[in-house]
Structure formats: C-alpha cells, structure tokens
C-alpha cells in the first residue's frame, strides 16, 4: 500500500494564479484532511470531508476550495493565489472511529512545499 | 488562549539524555492525547496516544496526562540521534485534531 500520496511535491506560483493540489489514499478511510503547516503556527487545518461527497471548513478555509468526489481522492485548490499562502501543505486521512477503533489516527502525506511570489 | 500550546523549542541534548516534551491544553472535556513524530521534510506521524489520565509506555517512550493540571507529557529515554525530529501533540476534538505547534529536538552524539 502507498498510504497518502500527494502531487505535486513542489510549485512555484506567480500571486493571481491557480493549482490544485491532489491528495489521494489507498486505505480506504472515509475522513480526510488538507492541512497548511507555517513555522510557529503548527498544523492548522483548512478543509476537511467526512465522506464521499461532502466537505466541510476548518480553522483557515479563505481562498481554498476543496472537493472529494471519489472517496480515494480529496482536492485542495487555490483560485488566485497569495503570497500569505506559500507554506507546507499535508493532506491525512483516518477511518472512521468504531468499536475497535477509539481515536482519530491520522495518517499524513509527504507533503507539498508551495511558495507564491 | 490556544487550545492547545506547545514550547517550540530548539530542545538539545546529548545521546543517552532523558528528554521531557510537554503540551497544556485548555478544555477539560478533552479525553485523547496524541503525539506525533515529524522529521525533516516529511508528514507527521503517529507515535502514541493516551485516553485520559496515567500514563502509556512504549519501548523507549512514556506517553502520561495529568488532566487535572491539564498537561500532557512525552518522556524518551535513552534518547539517539535518530530521536532527532519535530514532536507534536495534538488532541482530538469532535473527529478532528488540534495540534500544538511542534517541539525541536536535536539529539547529538
């Protein structure tokens, strides 16, 4: 299994353009997470779905969009980008809590390094 | 006040030191605590996590809550240079984390 993978690793963006950011999982799990990690912000959380077809807002959703129509995969885009934007962003995903299972273990992607000039 | 603070660090300490990593936390209602691990230039991942109060060993790691103080520790022993890694507490809030801001530890030989 690949886990969590995203593309691209690294981009370049001029302020005012557009990317899309793709987070994709093999493990099948039903929530999943795009986080932007800044140097002394920690992990903040952006967007996040509970399930095929639904997204929801998380601490810093403005000027991302997202979108999860399969349940492997789960978009991030930036529609015109900012310099405020450049940052490390990490997309996770984690099963859906049951009997067996009591806590929201995450599992992370490597990353996308994005700087915006 | 943030949920939850962490100490940024740089922590650095020689091979073989016992390391202490703490986190406070603000909501009393909070039941678990996690601790990721993230080296250079990679996600975080999961190292462990403790449901409420006492204390959770894994090889070389202690995991402990003290919910009435509100704090959260990660206690390695024995630290090596491959310890050397960003360590995160996060705590889980209706289906998601909240993460502390990451400590630095640098463990040199």
């Known amino acids: 299994n690949a886990g969590v993978t995203q593309t691209p690793k690294f981009r370049v963006l001029k302020t005012g353009q557009s990317m899309t950011l793709l987070c994709a999982q093999d493990m099948n799990h039903e929530y999943m997470y795009w986080y932007r990690q800044d140097p002394g912000m920690g992990l903040r959380l952006i967007h996040y779905?509970?399930?095929?077809?639904?997204?929801a807002k998380g601490e810093v959703p403005d000027g991302y969009n997202v979108s999860r129509l399969k349940k492997q995969n789960f978009l991030l885009g930036l529609e015109s980008a900012a310099p405020s934007q450049t940052s490390v962003y990490f997309c996770a995903s984690s099963q859906v809590k049951g009997r067996e299972l009591k806590t929201d273990t995450q599992y992370f992607g490597p990353g996308t390094r994005l700087t915006v000039l | 006040q943030k949920e939850v603070e962490q100490d940024p660090g740089p922590l650095s300490v020689p091979e073989g030191a016992i390391v202490s990593l703490n986190c406070t936390y603000s909501?009393?209602?909070?039941?678990?605590f996690m601790w990721y691990r993230q080296y250079s230039r990679k996600g975080p991942e999961l190292l462990m996590y403790t449901y409420s109060s006492g204390n959770k060993e894994d090889g070389r790691f202690t995991a402990q809550v003290d919910k009435s103080s509100k704090y959260i520790s990660l206690f390695i022993r024995d630290s090596q240079p491959s310890d050397s890694a960003t360590y995160l507490c996060?705590?889980?809030?209706?289906?998601?984390?909240?993460f502390g801001t990451g400590t630095r530890l640098q463990v040199f030989p």
């Open positions: 996060a705590i889980e809030r209706t289906d998601k984390l909240i």
């Open positions: 909501n009393s209602a909070f039941q678990y």
């Open positions: 779905s509970v399930g095929e077809g639904t997204t």
